[in-house]
């Protein structure tokens, strides 16, 4: 699923070590370090965001579906 999620995304977002990073697309400064604030505060260790050309947001597992709402809203405030 990893794989070809990120394949299909126009952005995509890593999360390792307390910060996130663009790897595909642009994404502010100000969200991406959101982004790693709320996802370590969370406990996450390591975690992938993906982003379609259509705007949907999909999450790795490592992500708990209780944060995806939260983490949506920085993406998209």
Same mark, same amino acid.
């Given at each position: 699923?990893k794989f070809l &999620?990120? $394949? *299909? &995304? !126009?952005? !995509?977002?890593? @999360?390792?070590?307390?910060? /996130?990073?663009? +790897?595909? %697309?642009? +994404?502010?400064?100000?969200?991406?370090?959101? *982004?790693?604030? /709320? $996802?370590?505060?969370?406990? +996450?260790?390591?975690?992938?965001?993906w982003i379609a %050309?259509?705007? =949907? +947001?999909? @999450?790795?597992?490592?992500? %708990?579906?209780?944060?995806?709402? =939260?983490?949506?809203?920085?993406?998209?405030?």
């Amino acid at each position: 699923m990893k794989f070809l &999620s990120r $394949l *299909l &995304s !126009v952005t !995509v977002i890593t @999360f390792a070590h307390g910060r /996130c990073q663009a +790897v595909r %697309g642009k +994404v502010e400064r100000h969200r991406l370090e959101a *982004l790693g604030a /709320c $996802l370590a505060e969370a406990g +996450v260790g390591r975690a992938e965001i993906w982003i379609a %050309g259509d705007g =949907r +947001v999909t @999450f790795s597992r490592e992500i %708990g579906p209780v944060l995806h709402q =939260r983490l949506r809203n920085i993406l998209h405030a």
